[in-house]
Nanobody, 117 residues
Framework: QVQLVESGGGLVQPGGSLRLSCAASGFTFSRYAMRWYRQAPGKERELVATITATGDSTNYADAMKGRFTISRDNAKNTLYLQMNSLKPEDTAVYYC??????????WGRGTQVTVSS
């Protein structure tokens, strides 16, 4: 079955950096676009970034452009999110996501990112 396991979250000061990872299994990772989402307390889950199956194209939400970088290593079945210049408003639980060809969405349990001094 599909499994997505996020890691790399933690507490970081404003202006700091974190690198999130998402280990994928149970499907052919290299054939699917992948996404990072986040959900802050009291807010709806929002799309952070998307990467194509081959990694040759990426898209970002406006608030993350220039600060976040999504990437993937298809040999390791792993998705990454490099987050720089972090702000308190980036505090959220970050999730990786894949949709199967039938439109069913799979999610990991998430990793908490807290940006605070």
């Amino acid at each position: 079955q599909v499994q997505l396991v996020e890691s790399g979250g933690g507490l970081v000061q404003p202006g700091g950096s974190l690198r999130l990872s998402c280990a994928a299994s149970g499907f052919t990772f290299s054939r699917y676009a992948m996404r990072w989402y986040r959900q802050a307390p009291g807010k709806e889950r929002e799309l952070v970034a998307t990467i194509t199956a081959t990694g040759d194209s990426t898209n970002y939400a406006d608030a993350m452009k220039g600060r976040f970088t999504i990437s993937r290593d298809n040999a390791k079945n792993t998705l990454y999110l490099q987050m720089n210049s972090l702000k308190p408003e980036d505090t959220a639980v970050y999730y990786c996501n894949v949709d199967n060809p039938f439109g069913e969405a799979y999610w990991g349990r998430g990793t908490q990112v807290t940006v605070s001094s």
